[in-house]
């Protein structure tokens, strides 16, 4: 047993060390430009609740009620504008239960919904003032953005849309 444990530890050593050299090398892979192929960044403009106001974190309610009534916007680093075409909106409201032998018991109920266009529907504005608390959470996500043509109000064709940067929001006292 000693003289198979002294021949397979350095055998499954060389192994392991090869493996990770091979790691590092496929990490440091150039295209013909030299530029790294391994650390492509994607592109998602960021978006914001409100007039540039808010994209995530946290935010008292009667701040995030005032940002609920505005639209969706969105904006990348260099100034560029895009408009909000649909997203996702989902509400983690967190509640407290008890289970059946009465212990208590802190659960996350999830309500999500479809959201065309670039404000929140109707059903989910009317609904949301009475039941956010501290502790819920607001999800923006599956946002489909496109580009506005430079210097007017008008977009490029909605085949061009792609996803913005989803965000957060969870609710502060």
Same mark, same amino acid.
């Given at each position: 047993?000693?003289?198979?444990?002294?021949?397979?530890?350095?055998?499954?050593? *060389?192994?392991?060390?090869?493996?990770? *050299?091979? /790691? /590092?090398?496929?990490?440091?892979?150039?295209?013909?430009?030299?530029?790294?192929?391994?650390?492509?960044?994607?592109?998602?403009?960021?978006?914001?609740?409100?007039?540039? /106001?808010?994209?995530?974190?946290?935010?008292?309610?009667?701040?995030?009620? /005032?940002?609920?009534?505005?639209?969706?916007? $969105?904006? !990348?680093?260099?100034?560029? @504008? =895009?408009?909000?075409?649909?997203?996702?909106?989902?509400?983690?409201?967190?509640?407290? =239960?008890?289970? $059946?032998?009465?212990?208590?018991?802190?659960?996350?109920?999830?309500?999500?919904?479809?959201?065309?266009? !670039?404000?929140?529907?109707?059903?989910?504005? $009317?609904?949301?003032? !009475? @039941?956010?608390?501290?502790?819920?959470?607001?999800?923006? !996500?599956?946002?489909?953005?496109?580009?506005?043509?430079?210097?007017?109000?008008?977009?490029?064709?909605?085949?061009?849309?792609?996803?913005?940067?989803?965000?957060?929001?969870?609710?502060?006292?």
């Amino acid at each position: 047993m000693n003289r198979t444990v002294k021949i397979l530890l350095p055998i499954l050593l *060389l192994v392991a060390g090869l493996n990770l *050299l091979a /790691q /590092q090398k496929a990490n440091g892979k150039t295209d013909k430009q030299g530029k790294n192929t391994a650390a492509k960044k994607i592109f998602m403009p960021t978006v914001y609740l409100g007039n540039y /106001q808010c994209n995530g974190g946290a935010v008292h309610k009667g701040e995030l009620m /005032q940002l609920l009534k505005q639209r969706l916007t $969105s904006k !990348d680093s260099l100034g560029g @504008r =895009y408009k909000v075409l649909e997203f996702t909106f989902t509400y983690a409201e967190r509640n407290l =239960y008890e289970d $059946s032998i009465g212990n208590p018991l802190i659960t996350t109920d999830y309500a999500s919904e479809y959201c065309p266009g !670039d404000t929140i529907s109707t059903n989910i504005s $009317s609904n949301i003032p !009475d @039941r956010l608390k501290a502790g819920d959470s607001l999800f923006f !996500d599956r946002i489909k953005i496109v580009r506005y043509i430079k210097n007017t109000n008008n977009t490029y064709p909605d085949s061009t849309a792609f996803e913005g940067r989803p965000f957060k929001c969870y609710i502060v006292k």
